[in-house]
């Protein structure tokens, strides 16, 4: 005990100046932002502006699925159409495993690409981004996690997400995960950023239901992470709160009505704008933890944020209670007449509602107890280097957060 209470010690004591100093960074570092095309059969008119661009051959990056759905039918027939070659590696899995990334290095070097297109979700879009970055630098992806670790930009890269919620197509990470060492590791560069993404809200009609939850919360918990947290700017404060608002109106609609086009256009513009906001703004301790969650365990990473994003809320209402009363106000689940502690309430309750509205779950199943120490100094220590909490977390307070998503006894 009095072992963990030096450690805590000296990491708030050692960090604090390290943050400041990367949120100074953050303000002016310039990212840039893909060229977006949005609205349906948008990603066909994607695949015609990639052949304008005379690339050799393309390397498309997806998963088994979506290949069996023929989701990619119309941005392919563009391809062929504007005479582009490309290849289809379509073997990503969820987390974006390292040995598959290997392969997909492999496969680009050998067919000769100058190209990627990422079409699926968060772990096919991070794939690419990092297929990319270790092809133009001749790294292992170990070799450049964390930040500018590679000399070279990668090769151009294009994106069409088919879930709404990590906004990987406008960020400057890619979040991998290592098997071998049961953890999710982060490549942040900001030349990952795609050159052009299509938002279209056909590829997303078929979302089951639990999917759609999910990654809608993924986007809720971005936009709410990046507000709360103490990096934000006048814009990315905007977007977060704009994020906030349409999600609101719309994931419940999309989880309802799979087919709405209007609900599944404005949540990919919802997750968009998240992306937008915490690729500034950074995240926080949600995501210290469901990363762990993640590489422990395989949690998806939207549901482990959808589990957690409550509860670290309300350890860090106090702190945040104005700025949680003005996300009741955009989320419309309060007046702005009412008062600051009221309000603040309302949207802590309004998060946990609309968990249960989406049949979002309150426990990881998979937890165990004995896996808390280890799961909580992990989140701590990546909250601590990376992340611009709003209210700190000791090893005891990340421990009783994890224990309140312990399974329930039988």
């Not at 303000?27 to 015609?48: E, F, K, Y």
């Not at 502006?49 to 119309?74: C, N, Q, Y």
């Not at 709410?224 to 608002?245: F, K, M, N, P």
């Amino acid at each position: 005990m009095i072992t963990d209470l030096i450690e805590d010690v000296a990491r708030a004591q050692a960090i604090p100046a390290i943050k400041r100093a990367a949120g100074v960074v953050t303000r002016i570092l310039p990212i840039p932002q893909p060229t977006m095309m949005v609205g349906p059969d948008s990603s066909a008119r994607l695949g015609t502006a990639i052949s304008d661009l005379g690339h050799k051959r393309l390397m498309v990056v997806t998963d088994s699925v979506i290949t069996k759905l023929g989701l990619m039918k119309p941005l392919l027939d563009a391809l062929k159409k504007g005479g582009t070659d490309f290849v289809v590696f379509d073997e990503v899995p969820p987390d974006a495993p390292i040995p598959v990334i290997m392969k997909g290095i492999d496969r680009y070097n050998d067919e000769g690409c100058d190209a990627i297109l990422a079409f699926g979700g968060g772990s096919v879009m991070d794939s690419a981004k990092t297929i990319g970055v270790a092809v133009s630098n001749k790294k292992h992806p170990r070799d450049l996690v964390g930040y500018f670790r590679g000399w070279n930009g990668p090769p151009p890269l294009y994106a069409v997400p088919t879930t709404a919620g990590t906004g990987s197509e406008v960020t400057v990470a890619a979040v991998i995960s290592d098997p071998e060492n049961g953890t999710k590791l982060v490549i942040a560069d900001t030349r990952i950023v795609p050159k052009m993404a299509a938002l279209d809200p056909k590829l997303m009609k078929g979302l089951p239901g639990p999917i759609t939850a999910a990654t809608g919360m993924d986007a809720l918990t971005h936009a709410v992470e990046a507000y709360i947290g103490y990096w934000g700017t006048t814009e990315t404060d905007r977007l977060s709160l704009a994020a906030v608002g349409m999600i609101y109106e719309n994931l419940p609609i999309a989880y309802k009505e799979g087919q709405n086009l209007h609900a599944r256009e404005a949540m990919a513009l919802a997750s968009t704008y998240a992306g937008m906001a915490f690729t500034r703004a950074n995240v926080g301790n949600v995501h210290a933890i469901a990363h762990q969650l993640g590489g422990k365990y395989h949690v998806p990473h939207g549901l482990a944020n959808a589990i957690i994003l409550p509860l670290v809320l309300r350890f860090s209402a106090k702190e945040v209670r104005a700025k949680l009363a003005t996300l009741a106000v955009r989320a419309r689940v309060g007046d702005p007449g009412e008062g600051e502690g009221e309000l603040s309430e309302k949207f802590l309750e309004s998060v946990e509602n609309l968990n249960k509205t989406l049949g979002i779950p309150k426990h990881i199943e998979k937890l165990q107890e004995d896996d808390i120490p280890a799961l909580a100094k992990a989140a701590c220590w990546e909250a601590d280097t990376n992340y611009p909490v709003p209210r700190r977390m000791s090893q005891r307070d990340c421990e009783r957060i994890l224990r309140h998503a312990l399974p329930p006894k039988n």
